[in-house]
């Protein structure tokens, strides 16, 4: 759960590294969902009594807040010094974009299910202070309405067979675009296709034998090894307007690739928890 853990890691630390405890010292009544919606509808008139309606969209993101206070099993002191201060707020507050955030339960024996990650920015610190500072609370905005899965990896090593990806998400009507590696062992076409998806596929010649390939279907970009940007043309694909961005939909997909290679297709579910 986000709101209360046994600890929580941000950005490859721990809160364990700096002596934390997670507390609140006011009365929760309800966790942060982050659900909310605008309904996207239009006018009314004489003559059309039922607006047409145009979607809904998420009105922000899921924002929620941690509290900390000092461990009492490892120092005893109970506040903050400033230096104490200054090297926690530089772990939380240095990163200007969203990180992984992961809390961990006091039940650590999670279900599978039951796990999930966010990707978050620390928008905001505030104090308690009795004397001296003896609490933080950090102001958390997720990168999306939603908590995530685990990462989950589908590795496909023989060309032409037919794999199963189960996607759990909880946005049952949109999709999930994954990030596909790609290990070539030649120059050969690479086809890789989503038959569930109508049969939809994408193919591309590699640079190279071992040259691996990275293909981020959310972002729209393929790089290589080192992370730079590949032209479309290196890998013959000459209309990028007819490019097929890989992407899964809910529940089960039949996907299967050709050619001369190892594929990873890596993914996250989303999870619509809310901060619970």
């Not at 900390?68 to 990163?95: Q, Y």
């Not at 023989?158 to 070539?184: A, G, M, R």
Request: aromatic share 14%; glycine share 6%.
């Amino acid at each position: 759960m986000a709101i209360f853990g046994k600890y929580f890691d941000f950005n490859g630390k721990s809160s364990k590294d700096f002596g934390l405890k997670i507390v609140s010292f006011d009365m929760l009544d309800s966790i942060p969902m982050g659900l909310e919606r605008t309904i996207n509808i239009g006018e009314m008139n004489i003559f059309r009594q039922r607006p047409n309606h145009f979607g809904a969209t998420y009105s922000s993101t899921l924002q929620f807040t941690v509290t900390v206070v000092k461990d009492p099993l490892i120092s005893d002191k109970n506040f903050f010094t400033r230096s104490e201060i200054g090297k926690i707020n530089a772990w939380l507050t240095s990163p200007r974009f969203p990180e992984l955030f992961h809390m961990t339960d006091y039940d650590n024996a999670v279900e599978s299910d039951e796990y999930v990650d966010y990707f978050v920015t620390i928008q905001n610190v505030e104090s308690t202070f009795i004397q001296e500072i003896i609490g933080l609370k950090f102001t958390i905005n997720c990168d999306s309405p939603f908590g995530y899965s685990e990462e989950k990896t589908l590795t496909l090593t023989e060309s032409e067979k037919e794999y199963t990806i189960q996607n759990d998400t909880d946005d049952l009507e949109n999709y999930i675009y994954p990030v596909i590696e790609i290990n070539p062992k030649d120059d050969k076409d690479i086809t890789l296709a989503n038959i569930t998806d109508n049969s939809s596929s994408i193919t591309f010649s590699p640079t190279g034998a071992n040259n691996t390939i990275y293909i981020d279907c959310q972002r729209l970009t393929i790089k290589n090894y080192i992370g730079s940007l590949i032209p479309l043309t290196d890998l013959n694909i000459v209309d990028p307007q007819k490019i097929y961005w890989f992407k899964l939909l809910s529940g089960q997909n039949k996907v299967k690739f050709s050619g001369n290679a190892i594929v990873k297709i890596k993914y996250r579910e989303y999870r619509k928890v809310g901060a619970y």
